[in-house]
C-alpha cells in the first residue's frame, strides 16, 4: 500500500500485508479499513514524522480472485480527515501437505566376544 490508488500486488484470503502510509498528524490513530464494506481491520499510530506502518491480516473470507481497496484513514498533517487507497488483488490460499513416512532399521548384531587363546604365536 505504498503508492496512492496504486495496486498492492497480490495477497492470499487469511493472509499478512504490510500497510504503509504517509502524510498523517504525527502521533495520530490511524484507521486500516478493507473492501467496499469499509471492514476496520487494524489500527494504526503515526509516527513523529506522520507515518503509519504495520501489518494487518486480509480478512480469511475475501472471495478469492476479487479486487479490494484497502483504505487508510485519520488525521493528515494539516488537521483534515486524510484516505489513501491502494486496491488489493487477493488470491486463493495455499494449502501444503506434507506426507511422512517412518522407517524402522533394526541395529546389526553385534559381534559375540570370543576369549583369545594365549597359546597362540602367530
Known sequence: ??????????????????VVANGY???ATVAV?????????????ADANGVVKGDV???????PGGVYPVTTSGTGASGSALEITAN???????TTTVSTTTTSIAP???????????DYAG
Open 33 to 45: 479499513l478493507f473492501g467496499t464494506s469499509r471492514t476496520r481491520i487494524a489500527e494504526l499510530t
Open 25 to 27: 498528524k504525527a502521533n
Open 1 to 18: 500500500m505504498q503508492a496512492n490508488g496504486g495496486t498492492i500486488s497480490a495477497a492470499a484470503a487469511g493472509s499478512t500485508i504490510t
Open 57 to 63: 491480516k486480509i480478512p480469511a473470507d475475501a472471495t
Open 108 to 118: 546389526a548384531p553385534m559381534p559375540t566376544p570370543t576369549q583369545a587363546n594365549p
Open 88 to 94: 488489493l488483488n487477493v488470491t486463493a490460499a495455499v
